[in-house]
């Protein structure tokens, strides 16, 4: 007899972890592979970090915390918001957790029932609604047909259709660099209060804007969820270690879910962590050249017949509409990788129903990759 399988399992794959398998198979076969698929930064974590988990590993122990983290981060996250959005947020509402994955996975069990119906955008990060999906809970894509991001008109279309529990968006928003405006945030928090919807704010992307300064939804009131990580502006992604600020009325329903699901964050990237907010000069200095990858981007890659989808904004994604070359992108990201050697994320990972138009470039690399990249691409178009 077999084992089988729940319904759980059937959910769409990540697309961009697939295409960086397959770039890490060429690697291995000593072929030069350029990865634009996968938004990770190529710059290691600050020396600082680095420096606080040499010294915690040479102490020897590294155990458990507390579930909701160490509170000398929670305080350092605190000051954070103090600090870079004059928003007073106790540490007591912070909840530390393993990467912002498992972030979304707490709020989405404390939050909802199987069956409520959950809004998020299309394009938007795959994981939402694969992780939704799993747990039951109906998810609800917005296509933004070429809007830059899920705004208040949306939201009141959706909730009319039929009623929803909840909203999710993120500001710079994966796959787009799309950056919702501060009025458009306000009246976009103020329809989900009005409406009975509770919100999800993903900030994971916060300090790498190139226009505007960075709104937290925080600022419009403390009965929202948000979700931020050390991966991306921070250079931590394989350190797994994120954070949650919650209304004091999560707070323990979070933790006690928590206590079961992962006990604690690692405690060697918590206390790493809370270096992270002193290495402003170190990391502006690599934001400075994702700023530099980002314009050699935005004119490069409409000359080559990929017009740009949304405005890069933030973040560090081109998200790209591909149809002058395929009406396939999955197959054309298999082409691409393996003919002209450059990986890049299909969109059918952001966007079910459109993605085949679209293709994700991130330009986190180095800028001698991006512009490597896109003579490799010139040539095999051609």
């Not at 329809?191 to 919807?197: H, S, T, V």
């Not at 691409?336 to 085949?356: I, K, N």
């Amino acid at each position: 007899m077999g084992v089988s399988s729940s319904r759980r399992g059937d959910v769409e794959p990540f697309h961009a972890m697939d295409v960086l398998a397959g770039a890490n198979r060429l690697i291995a076969q000593g072929i030069d592979v350029i990865s634009m698929a996968v938004g990770q930064p190529s710059d290691p974590a600050p020396l600082a970090v680095r420096r606080a988990a040499s010294e915690a590993l040479e102490r020897g122990r590294i155990g458990y915390t507390d579930a909701l983290g160490l509170m000398s981060l929670r305080e350092a996250i605190a000051r954070h918001y103090a600090e870079n959005y004059k928003v007073e947020v106790s540490p007591d509402r912070i909840a530390v957790t393993t990467g912002s994955s498992a972030a979304f996975n707490l709020a989405f069990l404390a939050m909802f029932d199987a069956g409520d119906r959950v809004a998020i955008a299309a394009p938007g990060y795959p994981a939402y609604r694969n992780i939704m999906a799993a747990l039951g809970i109906e998810v609800v894509e917005i296509e933004l047909d070429g809007a830059p991001y899920l705004d208040a008109a949306h939201l009141r279309a959706a909730h009319a259709d039929k009623p929803l529990k909840g909203v999710l968006f993120a500001s710079p928003a994966n796959p787009t660099g799309s950056v919702i405006s501060e009025p458009d945030l306000a009246e976009l928090r103020a329809a989900a209060r009005e409406l009975g919807i509770t919100v999800i704010s993903d900030e994971i992307y916060h300090r790498l804007t190139y226009g505007a300064p960075d709104t937290t939804a925080l600022a419009y009131g403390d009965d929202v969820i948000v979700i931020n990580s050390f991966s991306k502006y921070y250079c931590m992604t394989g350190w797994r270690i994120g954070w949650m600020v919650l209304p004091q009325e999560l707070v323990r329903p979070v933790e006690r879910i928590a206590q079961s699901l992962y006990i604690s964050a690692p405690e060697l990237s918590q206390v790493a962590a809370i270096e992270a907010f002193s290495a402003t000069g170190e990391l502006e200095a690599v934001k400075a050249r994702y700023a530099q990858n980002r314009d050699l981007l935005m004119q490069r890659l409409p000359e080559l017949g990929f017009p740009l989808a949304a405005p890069m904004d933030g973040a560090f994604y081109a998200y790209c509409d591909v149809r002058r070359h395929t009406n396939d992108s999955m197959e054309f990201a298999r082409r691409m990788l393996a003919e002209a050697h450059v990986a890049a994320t299909p969109g059918r990972d952001f966007d079910t129903r459109q993605g085949h138009r679209y293709m994700r470039f991130s330009y986190a690399g180095s800028n001698r990759d991006m512009v490597e990249a896109l003579a490799r691409l010139e040539r095999w178009l051609k």
